[in-house]
């Protein structure tokens, strides 16, 4: 049902509004509606509470959470817990430690996520599984595999790139948001058939800062 107006005439006592009992009617038409929408015809359902917290625990409920690319996402920190999803990589992601984080599925093979610190502007550091200890340490990615590089702590003025080789050009294939400016987060989907099998990170503005990736 569209809303329905209270006619209330051209002026004051003129006559040419809706009757009173016209009016209540259309009022009562359209609290009904709202009712049945967000309720059970007699009484709304707490879809929000008190703490602001969005609670649906009934009917075939529908919620898009749709952007058109990662550069799109609201920031991680403050947003979470909350999930999206990116039209551009295909991907489902979730907001947890200030980054977002893509989940496993069908088209991106096992997922392994590092997050980079710096030293100075010398080196990269970098923990996640497996990850060696000390500066711009050596990384061995496999084809089929996806890998988070999470840069977000430093991207202001350590921006990461996947490069063909030192000083080289930024590596394309299967890597998104390369070089990522905004949200500092890069995802590297290895091919089958790379073009490159021995490439490197390294920052964009400190040529020192810099490791090998060896894909097998």
Known sequence: MAKQTVGIGSSANDGSGDTLRVGADKINDNFNEIY????????????????????????????????????????????????????????????????????????????????????????????GPGATAGNNPNFTFYKGHTYLIDNTANVGSHPLQIRTSNGGSAFTTGVTDNYNSTTGLTQFIVPHEPSDTTLVYQCTNHSSMVGNITIV
């Open 36 to 127: 049945d929408a967000l309720g059970d015809g007699t009484d709304l359902t707490d879809i929000i509470d008190s703490n602001g917290v969005l609670d649906v625990r009934t009917g075939a409920n529908k919620i898009v959470f749709y952007y058109g690319a990662l550069t799109d996402l609201p920031s991680a920190s403050t947003y979470h817990g909350a999930v999206a999803h990116v039209h551009a990589t295909g991907g489902l992601y979730f907001a947890h430690g200030g980054a977002w984080i893509r989940l496993n599925d069908e088209t991106t093979g096992p997922v392994t996520k590092y997050t980079a610190g710096v030293v100075g502007s010398s080196a990269y550091t970098f923990t």
